[in-house]
């Protein structure tokens, strides 16, 4: 069985097998088409939400397919950097098929805290991250203090997140209490989208219908402020990334934003653990730059594999006992094994 390569090809092979479920803004669900009245209030309430969200967002193409590569050349100066390990130890925060550089400030999510959620993010202490880039302020934001997108002065943080193809960022709102509005972002490399509204779930991972798709292209500026920014989430999904991307976010902390406090740690971590407790996350993995092209195998692999490898043994035989494991007591229901003579089943652990 051909593994999947990335998230995009399992949302693909997903069947819609499932009850659809929605949920309006303020938490409350319901099935489908419970009746034409129904439907038509929900499609009037997404649209009514689309409407505001759309009304609160700016775009503009201001730079040209030169300027473009130009800015391209320098991102990836900054990756070779961080794959190196020149930057400060909280510059580079890594996850699978997206890395997130911080410039100027940044910020814990809040999975390093003892308290965690919404309203728990703390900006690191000062210096703990690399100053923005000379070439971030020339190329990028002099440009758009020039075509009046933002004054001067306004941005303090920047941040480039460099995505592989299938990768993504779940529904979030940046933190109201970190950052002022509005949030201005520019893209690159290739065409992609920002979706509102979308619910994620995972094993395996869904993605429900946005209330709101916006195309973003190679070189728009996208600025988000009211609603858009504050009261509806926004995400990247898998099946938008199709090529390498890379956006540029640019902010302003606010002057009151709380900074990360070692007393916010758990009690239980000691002093000379806390350095290695609060480095970026997945950090401690050294970069592989092939490693978003191998095939990743997740739970949606793991339960075809286990319907695949009876046949498979009994062409190939046992294999090999290194990282695998056995699985017994799990059958296809109408197997013409029973409990006490089925086949042992091997499923291949793969890193990645």
């Not at 051909?2 to 090809?9: I, K, M, N, P």
């Not at 069947?15 to 929900?42: A, I, M």
Request: glycine share 6%; proline share 6%.
């Amino acid at each position: 069985m051909a593994g999947f390569t990335d998230l995009r090809e399992k949302l693909k092979s997903m069947t819609p097998h499932r009850e659809k479920v929605f949920e309006y803004s303020n938490g409350e669900k319901r099935k489908y088409r419970e009746s034409d009245d129904d439907e038509s209030e929900y499609e009037e309430r997404r649209d009514a939400e689309a409407r505001k969200v759309k009304s609160s967002i700016k775009q503009a193409n201001i730079f040209t397919q030169e300027e473009c590569a130009r800015i391209e050349a320098k991102i990836d100066e900054v990756v070779a950097k961080g794959d190196k390990g020149l930057y400060r130890e909280h510059t580079v925060d890594r996850a699978p098929l997206r890395n997130k550089y911080f410039f100027g400030e940044g910020y814990t999510y809040g999975s390093q805290l003892e308290k965690r959620g919404p309203g728990q993010e703390r900006l690191y202490s000062k210096g703990e991250v690399d100053d923005i880039p000379d070439w971030v302020h020339e190329l990028v934001i002099d440009r758009l203090v020039t075509n009046g997108v933002i004054p001067e002065g306004f941005v303090n943080s920047a941040v480039i997140n460099d995505y592989q193809p299938g990768g993504c960022i779940v529904s979030h709102v940046d933190p109201i209490h970190i950052f002022e509005r509005p949030i201005v972002s520019v893209s690159f490399f290739s065409d992609s989208a920002l979706c509102f509204g979308c619910k994620f779930q995972f094993k395996p991972i869904r993605v429900s219908e946005p209330v709101l798709y916006l195309p973003v292209r190679r070189g728009s500026v996208t600025v988000l402020s009211g609603y858009a920014a504050d009261d509806i989430t926004h995400c990247i999904r898998p099946q938008d990334i199709k090529e390498r991307r890379a956006v540029i976010i640019l902010r302003k902390t606010r002057p009151d934003a709380p900074r990360l406090n070692t007393s916010l740690l758990s009690p239980s971590i000691q002093s000379s653990e806390r350095r290695h407790i609060l480095k970026a996350k997945r950090s401690h993995r050294k970069a592989d730059p092939d490693a978003a092209h191998r095939p990743r195998i997740l739970e949606m692999d793991k339960e075809l594999q286990r319907r695949s490898l009876p046949s498979r043994q009994r062409r190939h035989g046992d294999s090999s006992p290194e990282n695998s494991w056995r699985r017994d007591d799990e059958r296809e229901p109408g197997s013409r094994y029973t409990h006490d003579h089925a086949p042992p089943r091997r499923v291949k652990m793969r890193r990645h």
